[in-house]
C-alpha cells in the first residue's frame, strides 16, 4: 500500500512539474507531453457523444474537433487555480465538438419536425391524463406503431444532443468561472446563482421521478452511475439502439417539462 501511495504521489508531482514547466516557458515539447497525456479526455468526451448522434457522424470527425478544445484547455489552464485538469478541459472538449456539429447541421428538417410532434404529443397527453403518457399512449396518439414511434425517436438524437446544451462554447469560458464565488453569482431575480441552481436541480429531479421506469432507469444508470449505453442495455436486457431511444424520450419529456416551468438546460449548469 505504501508503495503504492509512493508511486501515485511521484505521477502526482511529475505532472505538477510538467505544468509549472509550460505556464513558464511555453515550451511546445511540454505542451505536446502534456496533449498526450491528456488526449483520452478527447477520447472520452467523443465517445458519450457519439451515442447520441446520427450515424453518418464518424468518430474521427468528432475527435478532431475535441482537440482543438483540449489544445484551447492546455493554453488556459492555471494549475494554481486547484481545479483538476479533466474538470477544466470536458467541458472545453464538448463545447468544441457542439460547435462543429452545429456547422454540420446533422439533423434533417423532416426530423426536426417529427420531433417537434413527439413534443406536442406529451404536452397534450400529460395535460389529458394528469401524469406521464406510457410509450404506447404517444404512438397511437401519433397514430404509429409502437416500433415507429422509437425509431422516430431514433431520428432525433442528433438534435436532442445539439438543442439541449445551451452551454457557450468552449473557448468563451473565462477561467474564472471555474473559481467558485462564496457568495455566489446573482441570478436574475437577484438571488444567489448558487441557490437558484440548486432549486432548479429539484425542481428537475422531481421531473425525473415521474418518467416511466424505463426511461427512468436509463437516466439514472447513464449520468449517475456513468455507464455505456451498451452497459445499461445489457443491465435492462435491450439492445443498445433501444437504450438510446429511451434516452431521447426521457430527455424530450425533461425538456418539455421544463420548459413549462421557464427553464433551459443552461440554467441548470
Not at 478541459?89 to 428538417?109: F, N, S, T, V, Y
Request: a neutral charge; proline letters at 4%.
Amino acid at each position: 500500500m505504501r508503495r503504492a501511495t509512493g508511486i501515485a504521489r511521484e505521477g502526482k508531482e511529475e505532472i505538477t512539474a510538467l505544468w509549472q514547466g509550460y505556464r513558464q516557458t511555453q515550451n511546445p515539447c511540454l505542451k505536446e507531453a502534456l496533449i498526450k497525456r491528456y488526449v483520452h479526455l478527447v477520447r472520452f468526451v467523443a465517445g458519450r457523444m457519439r451515442i447520441c448522434l446520427p450515424s453518418h457522424l464518424r468518430m474521427e470527425e468528432l475527435e478532431g474537433a475535441g482537440i482543438v478544445g483540449l489544445l484551447l484547455a492546455v493554453d488556459g489552464f492555471d494549475p494554481n487555480y486547484g481545479v483538476d485538469f479533466s474538470t477544466y478541459a470536458q467541458p472545453r472538449i464538448r463545447g468544441a465538438i457542439l460547435d462543429e456539429l452545429r456547422k454540420l447541421d446533422p439533423l434533417p428538417r423532416s426530423a426536426r419536425q417529427k420531433v417537434k410532434g413527439i413534443e406536442r404529443a406529451l404536452v397534450a397527453l400529460e395535460q389529458q391524463l394528469g401524469r406521464q403518457p406510457e410509450h404506447e399512449e404517444v404512438a397511437a396518439y401519433l397514430g404509429l406503431s409502437l416500433e415507429a414511434y422509437y425509431e422516430m425517436l431514433g431520428e432525433g438524437n442528433g438534435f436532442r444532443a445539439l438543442s439541449l446544451d445551451n452551454r457557450r462554447t468552449a473557448w468563451a469560458e473565462d477561467e474564472a468561472d471555474l473559481v467558485p464565488n462564496p457568495m455566489g453569482d446573482p441570478g436574475s431575480d437577484g438571488l444567489p446563482r448558487d441557490l437558484l441552481v440548486r432549486e432548479r436541480q429539484a425542481l428537475l429531479g422531481q421531473i425525473i421521478d415521474t418518467l416511466p421506469s424505463d426511461e427512468k432507469m436509463v437516466i439514472g444508470l447513464y449520468y449517475q452511475e456513468g455507464l455505456t449505453m451498451k452497459e445499461v442495455g445489457a443491465v435492462l436486457d435491450v439492445s443498445e439502439s433501444r437504450v438510446s431511444q429511451l434516452h431521447s424520450s426521457a430527455v424530450l419529456r425533461l425538456r418539455t417539462r421544463l420548459r413549462h416551468h421557464g427553464i433551459g438546460r443552461q440554467d441548470l449548469m
